[in-house]
């Protein structure tokens, strides 16, 4: 009974499998055609070149070819594919002459849907409808997609092609070992964090540019402090000295510029070591709350609808730029081991603060990689980022007084007093928990 039973089991198996991959090669076509009806929907029945139907039956061919390939081989995928391809070449002519369009969309996504039915028939069907969906998502963001290119300046583009190269072109390349003196330089790790950096200045220079080309002086902090916070408040503390009657609206945003500090340190901090989240990561959080709520209370007491006149926005990470960047931190990355190696604790400390006074991520990298390697204790890691982060925020408070005035100067110190004593307050809490 066993061997009569086993065979009727596997057919039935063999039939509902063959179902649900026929049904989502159909699904899969169902939605790109779904998006490619509705968007020539306007034109008269019988001059669409393929609409819900159409795009259905695409699908489904690639399902039962791809059905077939398991017992004929992959000669009808392949008949199928060389048909649907001179199909697309002849109706894409005649569309152009009927429409004037050289748009090839339609016929890609024609070739594609046969693809994913493909897909579907040999045995992968949820990618095949996933893909789908992702597909139509994109052909529906058009007009969306087309106008941000109109609004990306070539730098933009330049940067975001630099930051492709940085992540997907190098970084699988590098080693990750440890080199050079003290095995300080892991190249993978030290270029790890350049894309890490590299990206969220990219993020808050698109962030800039994309609010609008009357940007409120406050977003301009907000938004800048995501790139660089000193960047930011060196542009805020020379409109302010510009245009006094923006002085209230300039301190609200370099105080807003150096709270996206700190959650751009704590985003740096729970990558790079997650487990310094509760010593470090709480206090930059609570540092940089203060911070924003600081700033909101100072842009609503002074003048809110102070409009910033135009400027340049704050560069974008750009590939001279990740490679000077990457360099230093490398130096870094040597002199933190030397320093401690040489002078202990001490010219750790000392080098945390004269670093700071420049760029705080560098620093900050380089004792996360001390530490999470083990040669770093977590009380003296947390030092060491507070001592440049504070030294840091001295720098800022320097400009923003002698570039801005004593106007700008006085309630950006004042801000920063108050947060570092939330930030030593969470810390504290943190250390007694």
């Keep these: 009974m066993t061997n009569g039973i086993l065979p009727l089991e596997l057919f039935s198996a063999s039939i509902t499998s063959t179902v649900s991959a026929l049904a989502a090669a159909l699904a899969a076509g169902a939605v790109v055609g779904l998006e490619r009806g509705w968007r020539e929907r306007e034109r008269a029945e019988g001059s669409r070149v393929a609409g819900l139907r159409t795009f259905s039956l695409f699908g489904l061919l690639g399902g039962v070819l791809g059905v077939l390939s398991e017992t004929l081989g992959p000669w009808p995928l392949a008949m199928g594919l060389a048909g649907l391809s001179l199909l697309g070449a002849v109706s ?8 004037g369009s050289l748009s090839a969309t339609t016929a890609i996504a024609a070739l594609l849907t046969y693809s994913l039915g493909a897909l579907a028939g040999t045995g992968h069907p949820a990618i095949a409808v996933g893909t789908a969906v992702v597909i139509a998502v994109l052909l529906d963001l058009k007009p969306t997609l087309h106008r941000w290119l109109r609004l990306m300046e070539h730098s933009e583009l330049s940067a975001a092609l630099q930051l492709l190269v940085l992540s997907v072109v190098i970084l699988p390349l590098l080693p990750d070992a440890g080199y050079g003196p003290y095995a300080a330089l892991n190249p993978y790790r030290l270029w790890w964090a350049v894309v890490l950096i590299a990206g969220m200045s990219l993020c808050g220079h698109v962030a800039m540019r994309f609010t609008g080309p009357q940007r409120g002086i406050f977003w301009t902090g907000l938004l800048g402090g995501l790139a660089s916070s000193t960047a930011a408040t060196l542009m ?7 245009e006094p009657a923006l002085t209230d609206a300039a301190a609200a945003g370099t105080l807003a510029a150096c709270g996206m500090m700190f959650l751009r340190m704590t985003v740096i901090v729970f990558t790079l070591q997650p487990a310094l989240g509760r010593p470090l990561g709480v206090p930059m959080v609570a540092a940089g709350a203060a911070l924003l709520g600081l700033a909101a ?5 002074g003048t809110s609808g102070a409009v910033a006149s135009e400027g340049d926005p704050i560069a974008p990470f750009g590939l001279s730029t990740a490679l000077g960047f990457g360099a230093f931190l490398g130096l870094m990355a040597v002199l933190t081991q030397a320093s401690q190696a040489w002078l202990g604790n001490p010219g750790l400390y000392a080098l945390a603060t004269l670093s700071g006074l420049a760029d705080v991520d560098a620093i900050i990298i380089s004792v996360m990689k001390m530490q999470a390697a083990g040669s770093l204790a977590v009380t003296t890691t947390v030092v060491a980022v507070g001592l440049a982060t504070a030294a840091n925020m001295v720098a800022k408070a320097c400009i923003a007084a002698v570039i801005g005035g004593m106007p700008l100067g006085r309630p950006v110190a004042a801000g920063y007093g108050l947060s570092i004593a939330a930030g030593s307050v969470a810390a504290a809490l943190m250390t007694l928990g």
């Design 92 to 99: 894409y002519r005649e569309n152009v002459r009927a429409h």
């Design 236 to 242: 805020l503390a020379r409109r302010a000295r510009a």
């Design 297 to 301: 209370w100072q842009r609503k007491r």
